[in-house]
């Protein structure tokens, strides 16, 4: 599905706020110097016995403290992907100055998606059940683990009543969700949208599955060197875990309330591959279509781009297809000119928050005209002949960012973003 073009009546949509929990940080500030600095959140696993894996490192949330947004009997009983959610949209409704108890609840709403939900609660607790037996299972272990919990509860902590929802796309999740709260906003469902991705599964069989799968990297003895998209030696991607969130808002509605505004958000496309469950189509032809779709929604021509934030997952098929796509989509020589940067070296694959966190750095490079650079980058690959930002940030005018990410069973999302105007 291509997104449609704009219409002139449709409402414009910014961005007010933005909040992170990552493998960098606690809030968006650690998190984007972590990205801007060029360092890497991911280690060793030391959390249970890993000599046996093929890949036995990940990129975790480390510090975390969920007691700051609920009381320690109901945090233990929800799944981490819901308590880093809930933290990340409590810093972006601060960062956005905006007051709940001001506005009409049901005039706002939730979209944060997740892709496998609170898979690592079902493993832990299927140990539990074996072990110990029935009593001592969790007793919300069925809303813990479902997807939609994520954005019910933040819907329930901060009091909305608007339209909640939760996409699940695989590593596109982020910017589905994205998207399709702008939609709900351009179209007048709702005034205000907390809207993202996250995900907490690194855990023992999604550890294995990945890698047995041969999407993750085996560079098990430098981990923070391990994920290194578009290098010529890249081996597979790192799994991580975290969120980001973004307030969304219509323009009317933010320029009432003399809210900041950080970005716009333009544009939006939603494609499929129908090729393969796993694999990407070699031709890049989804790819390349949600692209264009994003930009013609956006009515943002190609040569307008300032930097594309890249799915880049360090796979030696992704890497070259995404390449490939962008140049279909953006032609030869403009693909050559607009730089491009994946942020997975840093924070590792954040699965369904992946491309929220991408589309927050991309607010974050418009505020500060910053490019976050792809890290780990040592070795060019003929294949691979765009320009990645390799290693060190860059300063550059930075107006408008197109987003990608691609999912599992060939999902395309894209979003563009632009720096507010008038």
């Known amino acids: 599905m291509d997104c449609m073009a704009r219409s002139d009546s449709r409402q414009r949509v910014v961005v007010t ?11 968006i500030s650690a998190t984007w110097q972590g990205l801007v600095e060029g360092r890497s ?3 060793r696993i030391t959390a249970w016995d890993v000599s046996q894996y093929p890949t036995q490192i990940a990129a975790f949330v480390k510090g975390f403290d969920p007691a700051q947004y609920l009381n320690p009997r109901e945090a233990r009983r929800l799944s981490p992907f819901i308590l880093f959610a809930l933290a990340a949209a409590h810093e972006a409704v601060r960062r956005a100055g905006l007051d709940l108890h001001r506005v009409d609840p049901t005039r706002v709403g ?3 998606g997740s892709s496998m939900g609170g898979s690592a609660l079902v493993e832990e607790q299927r140990l539990v059940l074996d072990a110990r037996g029935v009593r001592q299972i969790n007793p919300t272990l069925i809303p813990a683990i479902l997807p939609n919990t994520v954005a019910c509860v933040v819907a329930i902590e901060l009091g909305i009543k608007g339209p909640v929802n939760t996409v699940s796309g695989a590593c596109a999740t982020g910017v589905i969700s994205l998207g399709e709260a702008m939609r709900k906003l351009s179209w007048g469902d709702a005034d205000v949208i907390i809207a993202g991705g996250a995900e907490a599964v690194i855990s023992p ?6 890698a047995r799968l041969g999407a993750t990297t085996a560079k098990n003895d430098t981990p923070e060197k391990a994920c290194a998209p578009f290098d010529l030696n890249r081996d597979g991607t790192v799994i991580g875990e975290g969120a980001a969130v973004m307030v969304l808002e219509t323009l ?5 309330r003399d809210a900041p505004i950080l970005a716009e958000v333009l544009g939006y496309s939603l494609t499929c591959d129908a090729y393969h469950v796993v694999a990407p189509d070699p031709t890049g032809d989804g790819a390349a279509r949600a692209m264009r779709g994003a930009l013609s929604d956006a009515r943002v021509t190609p040569d307008e781009l ?5 799915h880049g997952t360090a796979t030696k098929m992704n890497d070259a297809i995404e390449t490939h796509a962008i140049k279909m989509a953006l032609g030869e020589s403009v693909a050559r000119r607009v730089p491009v940067s994946s942020n997975k070296g840093a924070v590792g694959h954040m699965i369904g928050a992946a491309g929220a966190i991408s589309a927050v750095a991309a607010v974050q490079a418009i505020q500060t005209n910053t490019l976050a650079p792809t890290i780990n980058y040592a070795t060019p690959d003929p294949e691979c002949d765009l ?6 940030a860059r300063q550059a005018t930075v107006n408008t960012v ?3 990410c691609f999912g599992f069973g060939g999902q395309n999302g894209c979003l563009v973003l632009r720096r507010w105007e008038n």
């Open 17 to 27: 706020g933005v909040g992170a929990v990552t493998p960098l940080g606690l809030d």
């Open 205 to 210: 069989l999604s550890v294995a599955g990945f």
């Open 252 to 256: 009317h509605h933010a320029q009432r």
């Open 402 to 404: 197109l987003v990608n």
């Open 387 to 392: 320009d990645y930002v390799p290693n060190r």
């Open 306 to 310: 300032d930097w594309i934030v890249a």
């Open 110 to 112: 939730v979209e944060i």
């Open 41 to 43: 959140g991911v280690t």
